[in-house]
């Protein structure tokens, strides 16, 4: 049974950083192709950033150069390294993966992935 778990979530200001983290159990992240999301109040869930088996990243393009996707093999972990956050970054963010690798253009689109974590809250003030 696939599990992820994300964890790191908080309440930051403006311009601040996070680190956020999602343990997966039942999953390989070596060989698997994973995905952050994000859904904010009222708005549709989207696709944040995505890294392919073989270590290669697609980011949305209002994260693009904020963001950074990376994944440690060792403890089998995903992360999301965010920088410069801005008050429109608050959102629910999830991890999530795919079952079997399907490229990088179904890394952003949530019927994509086939398994999801709960999510973590983080909150960006002005």
């Known amino acids: 049974q696939v599990q992820l778990a994300e964890s790191g979530g908080g309440s930051v200001q403006a311009g601040g950083s996070l680190r956020l983290s999602c343990a997966a159990s039942?999953?390989?992240?070596?060989?698997?192709?994973l995905s952050w999301f994000r859904q904010a109040p009222g708005k549709e869930r989207e696709g944040v950033a995505g890294?392919?088996?073989?270590?290669?990243?697609t980011y949305a393009d209002s994260v693009q150069g904020r963001f950074t996707i990376s994944k440690d093999t060792a403890k089998n972990s995903l992360y999301l390294h965010m920088n410069s956050l801005k008050p429109e970054d608050t959102a629910m963010y999830y991890c999530a993966a795919q079952g079997y690798c399907s490229g990088r253009y179904l890394l952003l689109v949530d019927y994509g992935m086939d398994y999801w974590g709960k999510g973590t809250l983080v909150t960006i003030s002005s």
């Open positions: 890294i392919e088996s073989d270590g290669s990243t």
């Open positions: 039942g999953y390989t992240i070596s060989s698997g192709c």
